[in-house]
């Protein structure tokens, strides 16, 4: 019989976790700057805004033509200087307060990791990572910096992030450790040898910025756009410096002031400012709803989607699970309280218990008369877990806890009743005695079926009416889970979801891409879905055309939310989770959801819209100047004309027109949707404004008859501008007719108004032109309805 006082001493002498380092060692490193002080940049800096928005080609052009005004005057042909200051403006406000949305929405996502400190886990910023410290890691979590690993429980890391190898990699003590790869299973701790930028992932990322503005078809349309514009605007610059010397041969002020009037409406300066403080302010939006939008254009991502891809656990149902039964198998030879005490054995053996553990665990709590010798973490790859347990009474055993038809093969007699209650929505697990050591990869040949513990999940209340959502707006949702087939189409039949009755089991997913993107398409409940069929789920689908969303929480789900279209983690999941996610639902609501996609449409909807008006104004703009320059005549129009024009037709109605609600299901083609009615409208704007300026030309002569003529063009050209305003605010609600009214009453007062008048040169003579304008304005407008409406049908979107 063993000396108890001996047995203590040699309990004390076993090596215990390691502490960590002490507070001096840390300030020691500190004061040699060994700390991780990688910035995390979550937008771009202010002056990268302020530079973006006023450093542009076309601010470079507006900005020489008004400095040219300023030299031969007068300063009210220069408005358009004074309007660029203005939008330029509204532009970096409205990013920067995007930029403060965002960078303090950064900062609540942020995860700490726990480093251990004089022997006490304590969660830090990672900006506060110093060279040496020990840093605990479990499911889920991210290797924020380098390191070599010192403590092991079936630890297992995922680095396809960095090299593109699917398979997790178990680690031993002594193994290397890659920043931005992530735990899939078990635990452990590793000391950390490289931090700041001389980290792996840091070298990776060291120009990324999180506020990013790729893959954006609006952007790159808006690009190709200004692409189009620069190419027509040179030669017809060039044309029209030329005539109006040549016409105005007498006086070379008036040709240059005629000549930059003909320039300035050619550039949509608006428009890219405009998108920008779309795109900021829906940032904005969202982030007073708890949703951090990691790159920008993942507003309009999601607007474009057309399926979206759930995982069941955290987005259909609360992380919580609870315990309904314990049911003992028959033949098992065992009986319920022994169960128990297995249950509360194998729940004390993982320190990092997922929800279906945890709940176990709070049923069942351990008992002090059981050790664990060996421990089999859970992997969502293999869907069970395991551990070598050791009894009161000297009775070992090896139990392993998971997948009823995993732990079992086909056929087996207790599946049958597993498929009974699985129907009704609950979630079974099974426990076994396994007959072969853990680390024998046949450990689950021949498993003994012990019991089976039936658990019930919590659906999100907010659920259906989101599923309902994405249904209403032709948005496919398919439930995509690790769980049994039967009871993931009992939850989601629950909630309401179209086809949640027929459920298909993934290990029946045909291999080939294009099969299994037909089953994909029928089928709505996917069950026993392993991570690498995740990812192949979400390009099957991109195969078949589908622009596709990936929701999740777990790091079973960061593959799929990596190839994803559009990314969406929850703000509870793992690190990894929300690393690669463009969206992160912070308030870890599913619910938000339909807030970003309509955000996105919005933004698009209503940039196509607006792209129109600027675009109309282009059109028309380069027309008027090759007519002017073929005619050998003024240009009609002073840039206090057009300013006064763009301003009322396009400028502030525009801005309305922009942040207004919009619920239209985003459409493909931008660039097409944009020219097919922009080409037509400015066409016949720009032909019947020069057909009323010809005919002012031969009604008026004598002093001041330039004046008259361009008067008469103006009204022309204003009130064909308004019924293109008019055509692009439908559908009518009451305040967009009180837009339209007021754009139109605007321009009433400048011709009632005397000092207006003489403000902008504006006079109309008689009343024989001005009536004839107003005709030939009129007969224009009922082209372009008739043009527009033509157009919808030739060429629908």
């Not at 002020?253 to 302010?281: N, Q």
């Not at 099969?515 to 398409?521: K, S, Y």
């Not at 754009?743 to 011709?751: K, N, P, W, Y």
Request: proline fraction near 6%.
């Amino acid at each position: 019989m063993s000396d108890p006082a001996q047995t203590a001493t040699e309990e004390a002498a076993l090596p215990g976790p390691h502490p960590g380092l002490t507070v001096a060692e840390v300030a020691e490193r500190v004061s040699r700057g060994e700390v991780n002080d990688v910035p995390v940049r979550s937008s771009r800096s202010t002056a990268e805004i302020v530079r973006a928005n006023v450093f542009t080609r076309f601010n470079a052009i507006i900005g020489v033509l008004f400095l040219i005004i300023l030299v031969v005057g007068p300063i009210q042909d220069g408005l358009f200087g004074f309007v660029i200051v203005a939008n330029t403006a509204i532009g970096i406000v409205q990013e920067l307060r995007a930029k403060k949305t965002l960078d303090s929405l950064a900062v609540i996502g942020e995860s700490k990791p726990t480093v251990r400190r004089d022997g006490v886990p304590t969660p830090l910023p990672t900006g506060e990572i110093v060279l040496g410290d020990l840093i605990e890691l479990g499911p889920g979590d991210k290797c924020v910096v380098d390191g070599e690993v010192l403590e092991a429980d079936g630890l297992e890391i995922d680095e396809s992030l960095l090299t593109g190898e699917a398979d997790p990699v178990l680690k031993q003590p002594g193994d290397k450790v890659m920043s931005g790869s992530f735990v899939v299973a078990g635990g452990g701790a590793f000391t950390a040898t490289k931090v700041g930028r001389e980290a792996y992932a840091a070298q990776l990322a060291e120009e990324a910025s999180r506020f990013t503005l790729v893959h954006s078809e609006l952007r790159t349309g808006i690009s190709q756009i200004l692409k189009y514009v620069t190419w027509m605007m040179v030669p017809t610059a060039v044309g029209l410096i030329i005539s109006q010397l040549v016409v105005e041969k007498d006086d070379w002020k008036e040709a240059v002031r005629r000549m930059v009037a003909g320039i300035v409406p050619m550039v949509p300066e608006g428009l890219v400012l405009l998108t920008s403080v779309a795109f900021a302010i829906g940032v904005i939006r969202l982030g007073r709803k708890q949703c951090l939008v990691q790159e920008l254009p993942a507003i309009e991502g999601l607007a474009r989607v057309d399926v979206v891809c759930l995982d069941k656990t955290g987005t259909l149902t609360e992380g919580g699970m609870d315990v309904t039964a314990l049911r003992v198998l028959p033949g098992s030879g065992t009986d319920e309280p022994f169960v128990r005490q297995v249950l509360g054995a194998l729940g004390a053996s993982d320190p990092r218990p997922n929800a279906s553990l945890q709940a176990i665990i709070d049923a069942h709590p351990a008992s002090p008369h059981w050790r664990c010798t060996a421990a089999l973490p859970f992997s969502s790859a293999r869907k069970y877990s395991g551990a070598a347990l050791e009894g009161p009474d000297g009775e070992s055993g090896t139990w392993l806890l998971g997948a009823p038809d995993v732990l079992l093969p086909a056929g087996d007699a207790v599946l049958t009743e597993i498929e009974d209650l699985n129907a009704q929505g609950l979630r079974v697990l099974l426990l076994a005695r396994a007959g072969h050591a853990l680390d024998d990869p046949h450990v689950t040949d021949g498993a003994r079926p012990t019991a089976l513990i039936v658990l019930e999940q919590r659906l999100r209340p907010d659920a259906g009416d989101t599923l309902r959502y994405f249904a209403d707006q032709q948005v496919s949702a398919k439930v995509i889970s690790g769980d049994n087939a039967v009871s993931v189409g009992a939850v989601a039949a629950k909630l309401g979801l179209p086809g949640a009755q027929e459920p298909v089991d993934a290990r029946r997913l045909p291999a080939e891409r294009e099969e299994m993107a037909r089953v994909l398409e029928d089928g709505s409940v996917f069950g026993r879905v392993t991570p690498q069929q995740k990812r192949d789920m979400v390009a099957a689908l991109q195969s078949r055309g589908h622009t596709v969303a990936m929701t999740g929480d777990g790091v079973n789900d960061v593959l799929a939310l990596k190839d994803a279209d559009i990314g969406v983690a929850m703000g509870s999941g793992s690190e990894a989770t929300r690393a690669v996610a463009q969206i992160v639902l912070l308030n870890n609501s599913f619910a938000t959801l339909p807030s970003v996609v309509a955000e996105g449409r919005r933004v698009i909807g209503n940039i196509t819209r607006v792209a129109t008006l600027f675009l109309t104004k282009t059109v028309y703009s380069v027309l008027l100047a090759v007519l002017v320059v073929c005619a050998q005549v003024p240009y009609p129009f002073l840039p206090r004309h057009l300013t006064l024009l763009s301003t009322l037709t396009i400028g502030v109605p525009a801005f309305f027109l922009a942040l207004a609600p919009n619920k239209e299901r985003a459409k493909p083609h931008f660039v097409r949707r944009v020219m097919r009615y922009s080409v037509p409208a400015g066409l016949i704007a720009g032909g019947a404004t020069f057909a009323a300026y010809l005919l002012a030309r031969h009604h008026y002569s004598g002093p001041g008859a330039l004046d008259a003529e361009t008067s008469a063009a103006t009204l022309t050209l204003f009130l064909i501008s308004m019924w293109v305003l008019a055509i692009i605010a439908r559908p009518y609600t009451w305040w967009r007719i009180v837009l339209v009214a007021a754009m139109g009453a605007g321009f009433v007062i400048v011709l009632l108004t005397p000092w207006l008048q003489r403000f902008f040169a504006l006079k109309l003579v008689g009343t024989t032109l001005p009536w004839a304008a107003v005709g030939i304005a009129a007969l224009a407008s009922l082209v372009l309805e008739l043009t527009w409406r033509w157009v919808g049908r030739r060429f629908p979107a």
